[in-house]
């Protein structure tokens, strides 16, 4: 579906600067996103939980541009083993799924330094991090109007066909880059196991080192290492973070050109994918409750071509990825899932399979249109 600029200005998109709560909660509510705040930014010690095989010691360390929830230099590398035609090993029990990269003191102590990539691999890749903003509300999107969206056969015959992803349960994904994680507590949960080396609840398994079990006294901390009152306090600071307001036109000249670069982000086909406007469903959250949010994205995935090809998922292929959401584009130096892309011609000349057709519309754009275009993309 095809949001037109003028839907996305009656729509009142749910919006504020970035890192602040989204508007509307209640003041219990903004008293859980403070506490999730604190959490987010806390350092963790090996002594609290904290590996012994983790990326980074807190959740700020890599969410941190241009504010905290935001972005980071920092890679994680993923490696799989494809099986064509379909199907694929993520090499959850080899360390695939997240290759760490420090060790705490004791576990150093015991020779291991980092995991290594899987040797049964055949992909892998180095994802940047993602913005957390906003999360809440594509949380909130009824999974009835992501599948609407969907076209796996192409019945319109447009060239495009994305499709639901999936997690190893088979509930409908819509976070990670593979759209493999369903809902925000899973995301945290996940981030909390891979990243920093923390059980929860949800994840009380501390894991392996490339399938081999963690010597003995490298791992002192009981289990669940991050409680349920701190897992709920983490997913509800993310969930009420708010996307990422536009910015302004600097004058009416400007804002005509930018409202024809919107236009013209229809015309040649970017947002049939990098859909404008969500809408989210009912919910007991008033916050949450039947809003828009502006996040250029589908949540779906897409067949991207062979030059964006990647790792596998529990339910892609390695040219799959979930559309890139471009809301809050204007912060980000790097571009594409693994940063390769400096500037948005670079980033769409990279486009291949379903995203053809818009690629070359862009590159046959006259000059003065393509500016027009680029100044749009610049106020995300």
Not at 66 to 86: M, S
Not at 93 to 111: D, F, I, S
Not at 308 to 315: I, M, Q, T
Request: charged share 25%.
């Amino acid at each position: 579906m095809d949001d037109g600029a003028a839907d996305l200005r009656a729509a009142g998109a749910v919006a504020a600067a970035p890192g602040e709560p989204i508007p509307g909660l209640t003041p219990a509510q903004l008293a859980e996103f403070r506490a999730g705040a604190a959490l987010f930014n806390k350092v963790f010690s090996p002594a609290e939980g904290l590996g012994p095989l983790f990326n980074e010691n807190q959740c700020s360390a890599c969410h941190t541009d241009p504010a905290p929830g935001g972005t980071g230099e920092q890679r994680l590398r993923k490696a799989t083993r494809f099986l064509p035609p379909n199907r694929c090993d993520t090499l959850t029990a080899e360390g695939g799924e997240n290759v760490r990269t420090q060790a705490t003191p004791l576990l150093r102590a015991r020779g291991i330094r980092r995991e290594t990539v899987p040797a049964a691999a055949t992909e892998q890749a180095r994802f940047t991090v993602p913005f957390l903003f906003g999360l809440g509300l594509a949380e909130a999107v009824p999974e009835a109007e992501l599948a609407a969206r969907a076209d796996a056969a192409d019945r319109d015959h447009d060239g495009i066909s994305g499709r639901l992803g999936r997690d190893s349960d088979g509930r409908i994904g819509r976070f990670g880059r593979k759209a493999e994680t369903p809902g925000i507590a899973e995301f945290i949960a996940d981030a909390l196991h891979f990243e920093m080396g923390l059980t929860s609840p949800l994840r009380p398994d501390e894991g392996t080192v490339n399938g081999r079990p963690f010597p003995p006294g490298s791992d002192p901390t009981p289990e669940p290492e991050v409680s349920q009152r701190q897992l709920d306090l983490l997913a509800a600071y993310v969930r009420f973070l708010a996307p990422i307001r536009r910015a302004p036109a600097r004058d009416a000249e400007d804002s005509a050109t930018i409202a024809r670069g919107e236009r013209i982000f229809h015309e040649i086909g970017c947002a049939a994918c990098h859909t404008p406007v969500l809408r989210t469903g009912p919910s007991p959250v008033a916050a949450l409750d039947h809003k828009a949010v502006a996040l250029y994205s589908d949540l779906l995935l897409h067949d991207m071509g062979p030059a964006l090809r990647n790792v596998c998922g529990r339910a892609s292929t390695p040219t799959e990825i979930r559309t890139a959401i471009l809301m809050g584009l204007r912060y980000r130096r790097e571009l594409l899932h693994d940063g390769r892309a400096l500037g948005i011609p670079e980033a769409v000349a990279a486009h291949g399979g379903e995203a053809t057709r818009a690629r070359a519309a862009f590159q046959a754009l006259p000059l003065a249109q393509r500016l027009a275009l680029l100044r749009f993309l610049d106020t995300l």
